[in-house]
C-alpha cells in the first residue's frame, strides 16, 4: 500500500485527529500535514511537493476551505492535487459551489470513519465519478446544475436539517416528570442520526440541551454539528462543530426517558460566532 501524504486542514484540532485517527485505520502507513486555516495550508503547499490529497474544512479563520479550494485549482504547481471538502456545511447550494469550483468530493460532518475512508479511496484509486454530467433530467429543475456536477454526489452529501430523519420527531418528557427549561430549539447530528433538543442553556462555548432518550445513545467525545433555530423560525441560524461532553439521565430512575447533554463547541471561524452571539444577545437562549 502506497504510503500517501494527507494534508489535513481544519481550525479545531479536536477534528484534525479525529480525521487522522479515522485514515490511520485504512492507511497505516501513511503521513500527515496539518493546518488550522487556509493562509497555513498555502504555505505548507508552497513547501511540499508531495501531498497526495487535502482534507479540508469550509468554515475557518483568516482563509476558508472555499478559498483555499480556488488558490489551489488556479495554481500550477497544486491543481492536480485532489481535495475532499470536510464540512458540516451540507445544503446542496454549498456542494454545487465546491463542485463548481472543482472539489474531487464532499463529506458532511458528523460521519463515520468508514464513510471517510470510502470517500479517500474512491479518489485516491481513480474510481469516483461522482463529478462525471448527471443523467438527463425531464422534470424541471428547481435550481440550475452546474454540468459537472453529479446528482450522485449531491444525494450522497448533502444533508437537509428539516428533512433529515430524526431519531425522534420531538421532546415529550413524561406528564409525571417537569419539563426542562426550554430556552430554543436545535438539533444535534450524531453519526446514527438526528435529535431535535430542547436548549437549557447557550454560550459561545458550548450548549446544554434535554433530550428524548433513543436505542443508541451517542458517546462521550463523540463529534456532533449542532444546528441552531433562529427566533420564532425553522430557519437554522447556526451550524457548530462540537464534541459531547457530558450525558447524564434527565431522571432519577432507570428507565428515564429524558436525558441532558452537554456539547463543547469546537469552531473558531468568526462568522460563526457573530452568528452565535447575536442569537444570545437577542435574548433568543440565555
Request: with cysteine.
Amino acid at each position: 500500500m502506497p504510503n500517501h501524504h494527507f494534508l489535513v486542514v481544519d481550525d479545531a484540532a479536536f477534528i484534525r485527529n479525529m480525521v487522522k485517527k479515522g485514515v490511520l485505520g485504512e492507511y497505516p502507513e501513511c503521513k500527515f500535514s496539518e493546518a488550522p486555516n487556509g493562509v497555513d495550508a498555502q504555505d505548507i503547499l508552497e513547501q511540499d511537493n508531495d501531498i497526495d490529497l487535502i482534507l479540508c474544512d469550509w468554515e475557518m479563520p483568516e482563509m476558508d476551505g472555499k478559498e483555499l479550494l480556488d488558490w489551489v485549482k488556479h495554481n500550477q504547481a497544486t491543481q492536480q492535487i485532489p481535495f475532499i471538502m470536510v464540512t458540516s456545511r451540507g445544503d446542496k447550494s454549498f456542494i454545487i459551489e465546491a463542485a463548481k469550483a472543482g472539489v474531487s468530493n464532499y463529506i458532511v460532518k458528523p460521519f463515520s470513519n468508514e464513510k471517510l475512508v470510502e470517500k479517500i479511496s474512491s479518489v485516491l484509486d481513480g474510481s469516483d465519478s461522482s463529478l462525471q454530467p448527471p443523467p438527463p433530467d425531464t422534470a424541471a429543475p428547481q435550481q440550475a446544475q452546474p454540468k459537472n456536477v453529479s446528482s450522485a454526489l449531491i444525494q450522497d452529501s448533502s444533508t437537509d436539517v428539516k428533512k433529515s430523519p430524526n431519531k425522534k420527531d420531538s421532546i415529550k418528557p413524561s406528564a409525571k416528570n417537569k419539563k426542562p427549561a426550554n430556552k430554543g430549539k436545535a438539533y444535534i447530528r450524531f453519526k446514527s442520526g438526528r435529535n431535535d433538543v430542547a436548549i437549557r442553556d447557550l454560550s459561545l462555548k458550548g450548549i446544554s440541551a434535554a433530550m428524548d432518550f433513543s436505542e443508541e445513545l451517542p458517546a462521550i467525545l463523540e463529534a456532533v454539528v449542532v444546528d441552531i433555530e433562529a427566533d420564532k423560525s425553522d430557519k437554522i441560524a447556526v451550524s457548530m462543530n462540537g464534541y459531547v461532553f457530558s450525558l447524564e439521565a434527565g431522571e432519577s430512575k432507570p428507565d428515564a426517558k429524558l436525558i441532558n447533554i452537554s456539547i463543547v463547541f469546537l469552531d473558531k471561524d468568526t462568522g460563526k460566532m457573530d452568528a452565535l452571539s447575536k442569537l444570545i444577545a437577542r435574548g433568543r437562549v440565555a
